[in-house]
C-alpha cells in the first residue's frame, strides 16, 4: 500500500459540467501524476508536479487543469467535460531521489453523457 | 521524446506455456525501466525494475526481463505461466531525471487453464 487514495473512484457526469478528482497521498512524496488509460493506448501523462504550486504539462493537457495548494493534494478538473474524457484516471506518486519507482492509486473512473 | 512500444497486443497461452513479452524503447540517455501488471479491474503493480547494473532482472511471481542496451530492449519473460498471470502487461521508461514515467501500449496475456 503506497497511501494513495483517489476520490471519486467512480462518477457519471454530463457533457460540459466542471468535474474534479482528488488524489491524497499519505507518504509526503514529492511527485505526483495524473495518467488516464483507454483501450489501445496505454497510460497517458495529463499533467505532473514536482512540488506545491509546481505543475507541468503531459502529453494530453488540453482541456485539464491541476492544482497542488498542498504536498498530499493533488487536483485535476475538467473545467467542462467532454465524452472524449470518459476514462479511466490514475494518480501516481514518486519520491524524489535516483530511482524511485512511481506508485500508482487504484483509479477514478469517469464517464460523460 | 521517449516513446515505448510493444509489440504484442494480445497474446493467449496455455498454462505451463513460456512467456516473453517484447519492450522497446527510443530514447538516447540513461533510462529507468519497469514492467507493470494490471490484473482485471484493478490498479497498476510493479513487476520489476531496472535502474542500473545487472542487466537480468528478477521480479515478482518469477517474472524476470533483460534489459539489452545495443537493441533498446526490456523485454519481460515467465518460464511457466499460470491462469492467475492473466492480466494487462505495461512495459514503461523514464530517464534519469525522474518523474515522467512513459507507458507502452500494453499487452493484454490471456492464459487458457
Known amino acids: 500500500d503506497a497511501g494513495i487514495t483517489q476520490s471519486p473512484r467512480h462518477k457519471v457526469t454530463e457533457t460540459g459540467t466542471p468535474v474534479t478528482l482528488r488524489c491524497h497521498q499519505t507518504?509526503?512524496?514529492?511527485?505526483m501524476y495524473w495518467y488516464r488509460q483507454d483501450p489501445g493506448h496505454g497510460l497517458r501523462l495529463i499533467h505532473y508536479?514536482?512540488?506545491?504550486?509546481?505543475?507541468d504539462k503531459g502529453e494530453v493537457s488540453d482541456g485539464y487543469s491541476v492544482s497542488r495548494s498542498k504536498t498530499e493534494d493533488f487536483l485535476l478538473t475538467l473545467e467542462s467535460a467532454t465524452s472524449s474524457q470518459t476514462s479511466v484516471y490514475f494518480c501516481?506518486?514518486?519520491?524524489?531521489?535516483?530511482?524511485?519507482?512511481?506508485?500508482f492509486g487504484e483509479g477514478s473512473w469517469l464517464t460523460v453523457v | 521524446a521517449q516513446s515505448v512500444s510493444q509489440h504484442n497486443h494480445h497474446v493467449i497461452l496455455s498454462e505451463a506455456a513460456s512467456l516473453e513479452l517484447g519492450c522497446n524503447y527510443s530514447y538516447g540517455g540513461t533510462v529507468n525501466l519497469f514492467w507493470y501488471v494490471q490484473y482485471p479491474g484493478q490498479h497498476l503493480q510493479l513487476l520489476l525494475k531496472?535502474?542500473?547494473?545487472?542487466?537480468l532482472v528478477k521480479g515478482i511471481k518469477g517474472f524476470e526481463a533483460e534489459f539489452i542496451k545495443s537493441k533498446f530492449s526490456f523485454n519481460l519473460r515467465k518460464p511457466s505461466v499460470q491462469w492467475s498471470d492473466t492480466a494487462e502487461y505495461f512495459c514503461?521508461?523514464?530517464?534519469?531525471?525522474?518523474?515522467?514515467?512513459?507507458f507502452g501500449q500494453g499487452t493484454e496475456l490471456s492464459v487458457k487453464p
Open positions: 508536479s514536482y512540488g506545491v504550486k509546481d505543475t
Open positions: 531496472y535502474f542500473s547494473g545487472d542487466p
Open positions: 514503461a521508461v523514464n530517464d534519469n531525471q525522474g518523474g515522467k514515467l512513459i
Open positions: 501516481a506518486i514518486q519520491g524524489s531521489g535516483y530511482g524511485n519507482t512511481i506508485y
Open positions: 507518504e509526503n512524496h514529492r511527485y
